[in-house]
Antibody, heavy 123, light 110 residues
Framework: QVQLQESGPGLVKPSETLSLTCTVSGGSISGFYWGWIRQPPGKGLEWIGYFYPGGSSDYNRSLKSRAANSFDTSQNQFSLKLSSVTAGDTAVYYC?????????????????WGQGTLVTVSS | QSALTQPASVSGSPGQSITISCTGTSSDVGNYNLISWYQQHPGKAPKFIIFEVNKRPSGVSNRFSGSKSGNTASLTISGLQAEDEADYYC??????????FGTGTKVTVL
């Protein structure tokens, strides 16, 4: 079955760029939308963005100016970069696959999730 | 985009049914049937339990059901079991190709 695994530094300094990679195993990243969601400690889920290999992408309006994504189809990976981080970006970051909808032209939910990785922003 | 509104906590005894509401606006919940629900146990990743308002992914118990009326979606858990104690989040597609999660509800089995 498809599995996702996040990787990246657990500690990032304020004003620097947070970089995370999601490695997909058990299936190809082609043909699906993929996304990132984060969860600050003790708080709720926040959608960051979703992306399609070689195609469209969109981001949470509050993060759009600082977020960027990329794909490496040869490695079956996708990545997130979040620039100019502050303590407010401290969270568990999850990568996820978006499920194709059978009745709409956009995905209808996040059906497979990675285990999450904690990123702390601190000097 | 503001988070969808959920009650902070809901509780019930084993065997009972409980319902969690998820209130949005005409730009999200009220305008699309792309409502999904997630169950999250402490320290674990969320689990996909409902999509398109009321459909269950393969392997999800039929004790979980979803519905929607106007700007409010709901998740009902029937025959409450100890293993259902977790946090639950709704999520909706929003106009202009974005998604928004709910504030989350902690379910306690008494």
């Amino acid at each position: 079955q498809v599995q996702l695994q996040e990787s990246g530094p657990g500690l990032v300094k304020p004003s620097e760029t947070l970089s995370l990679t999601c490695t997909v195993s058990g299936g190809s990243i082609s043909g699906f939308y993929w996304g990132w969601i984060r969860q600050p400690p003790g708080k709720g889920l926040e959608w960051i963005g979703y992306f399609y290999p070689g195609g469209s992408s969109d981001y949470n309006r509050s993060l759009k100016s600082r977020a960027a994504n990329s794909f490496d189809t040869s490695q079956n990976q996708f990545s997130l970069k979040l620039s100019s981080v502050t303590a407010g970006d401290t969270a568990v970051y999850y990568c996820a696959r978006l499920k194709r909808s059978s009745s709409a032209p956009v995905p209808d939910g996040f059906d497979i999730w990675g285990q999450g990785t904690l990123v702390t922003v601190s000097s | 985009q503001s988070a969808l509104t959920q009650p902070a906590s809901v509780s019930g005894s084993p065997g009972q049914s409980i319902t969690i509401s998820c209130t949005g606006t005409s730009s999200d919940v009220g305008n699309y049937n792309l409502i999904s629900w997630y169950q999250q146990h402490p320290g674990k990743a969320p689990k996909f339990i409902i999509f398109e308002v009321n459909k269950r992914p393969s392997g999800v118990s039929n004790r979980f059901s979803g519905s929607k009326s106007g700007n409010t979606a709901s998740l009902t858990i029937s025959g409450l079991q100890a293993e259902d104690e977790a946090d639950y989040y709704c999520c909706s597609y929003v106009t202009a190709s974005t998604y928004v999660f709910g504030t989350g509800t902690k379910v306690t089995v008494l």
